[in-house]
């Protein structure tokens, strides 16, 4: 069955300092699709990316960056030169049919 | 174009009382999803319309939750009666068509608290 994992529930960096939030996922799947989302303090969830399993290849968009690694079937999320206004639970996923499954989610602290 | 809206943004209610949530998915939006994230846990698929009917609703976690979506346009719902373990976010997404099914939408969410 598909499953997520975010090993860290808590983080904390101080604003400027890179800070890598790690994902592993388990899926019966050939053919699937990884997500990550932002919830801020106000709640909403925020899409960050969605990422086929065919394209292997990492993306950057601005100061965040993925790392998609399909033989350690990781998904993981850096945020470069983090500021104070990324503060937020992130959640990573998969897909099962049409649903997305999440992670418990990483909540993250940057601190000024 | 207006992204997906859910009424109210939160709701406090004793246990025993009934709440119902509404969604406004994106206009167009075949597709309707309830999710909810219960304090700690991970966000958890509760059910999926297409249009009017129920295509999925195999994380509903009780008789107690009833979910419609009368005419293929808005979605209710209903808990009731409430209880303590109801307490969460409920989220709402939508989706253009089958095709696009992963491209889910989310809502802003409505907050449940039971007391």
């Known amino acids: 069955a598909q499953k997520v994992t975010q090993a860290q529930t808590e983080i904390s960096v101080v604003e400027k300092e890179d800070v890598t939030l790690d994902c592993v996922y388990e899926?019966?799947?050939?053919?699937?699709?990884l997500f990550w989302y932002k919830q801020p303090p106000s709640g909403e969830l925020v899409f960050l990316i969605r990422r086929n399993s065919f394209d292997e290849q990492n993306e950057i968009s601005g100061r965040y960056s993925w790392n998609f690694q399909k033989s350690t079937s990781s998904f993981n999320f850096t945020i470069t030169a983090s500021q104070v206004v990324d503060s937020a639970v992130y959640f990573c996923a998969t897909n099962r049919d049409d649903k997305i499954i999440f992670g418990k989610g990483t909540r993250l602290h940057i601190l000024p | 174009e207006a992204g997906v809206t859910q009424f109210p943004s939160h709701s406090v209610i004793e246990k025993g009382q009934t709440v119902t949530l509404r969604c406004d998915p994106i206009s167009g939006h075949d597709n309707l999803y309830w999710y909810r994230r219960v304090m700690g846990k991970e966000i958890k698929f509760l059910l999926h319309f297409v249009k009017e009917s129920k295509q999925d609703e195999s994380g509903m976690p009780n008789n107690r939750f009833l979910a419609e979506r009368t005419g293929g346009t808005y979605s209710t719902l209903k808990v009731q009666p409430a209880e303590l373990e109801d307490s969460g976010v409920y989220f709402c997404?939508?989706?253009?068509?089958?095709?696009?099914?992963?491209?889910?939408?989310f809502g802003p969410g409505t907050r449940l608290t039971v007391t």
């Open positions: 899926t019966r799947d050939t053919t699937y699709y």
């Open positions: 997404a939508s989706s253009q068509d089958w095709a696009r099914v992963y491209e889910q939408y």
